[in-house]
């Protein structure tokens, strides 16, 4: 199956710094690629939609200004935390779709990061 | 406004015995439908989907799901469960091109 890369799996940093994060599809070319945060215990709440060439579009409530995404290429989205606050610790996953024939395509996922800010 | 509903937060079953984990769905148009599985500190592996004609899906690891739109449900079934199934299930809804909203999961106990 297709395969999604995130990277770093796991990342610490102090409170006030950015964070990046990585999303990568390695063997196909994806032209959205979504941003999901997942909080202890529940459910992935997606963030924003990340278009290539185009700006993301992001959910109600989600900062755009504290969430930059950019979607520089087919085969990879950034997520960038900016001035992180302990608050913003979480799971943050990615997917990306891979259209088949027009139809929805089933969403691959990425391993996901763990952002942990102090 | 679209919503997936999982309404068991955690079940627990022995080994061999069946599973059902239950999803509704509330959208006006026939949805896609997913269920994912998540094990701890990992991303989600698609267990199966419905896009359209046979009812009755099945997927990998011996898992099927049924939709049923009368009942706006696509709940995931396995006749007998594994002590490696236990992980956290999440059913998801696609519409609009790729834009998947998801349940809040079911946690899935084994008892050997």
């Known amino acids: 199956g297709a395969v999604v890369s995130q990277h770093p799996s796991r990342v610490i940093c102090k409170s006030g710094t950015s964070v990046k994060i990585e999303c990568r599809s390695l063997d196909f070319q994806a032209t959205t690629m979504f941003w999901y945060r997942q909080f202890p215990k529940q459910s992935l709440m997606l963030m924003a939609t990340?278009?290539?060439?185009?700006?993301?579009?992001?959910e109600q409530g989600v900062e755009k200004d504290k969430f930059l995404i950019n979607h520089a290429s087919l085969t990879l989205s950034t997520l960038t935390v900016t001035s992180a606050h302990p608050e913003d610790s979480s799971f943050y996953i990615c997917?990306?779709?891979?259209?088949?024939?027009?139809?929805?395509?089933?969403?691959?996922f990425g391993e996901g990061s763990r952002l942990t800010v102090l | 406004a679209q919503s997936v509903t999982q309404p068991d937060i955690h079940i627990t079953v022995s080994e061999g015995a069946s599973l059902e984990l239950r999803c509704n769905y509330s959208y006006g148009a026939t949805p896609y439908l997913f269920w994912y599985v998540q094990s701890p500190g990992q991303g989600l592996q698609l267990l199966l989907k419905?896009?359209?004609?046979?009812?009755l899906v099945q997927g990998i690891k011996g898992f099927e799901a049924e939709f049923k739109r009368s009942q706006s449900s696509f709940n995931l079934r396995k006749p007998s469960v594994h002590w490696s199934d236990a992980a956290e299930y999440f059913c998801a809804v696609g519409y609009n091109f790729n834009k998947f909203y998801f349940g809040s999961g079911t946690k899935l106990n084994v008892k050997p």
């Open positions: 419905y896009f359209s004609g046979d009812t």
């Open positions: 990340s278009n290539e060439g185009s700006k993301a579009t992001y």
């Open positions: 997917s990306a779709s891979r259209l088949a024939g027009g139809l929805t395509g089933e969403l691959f």
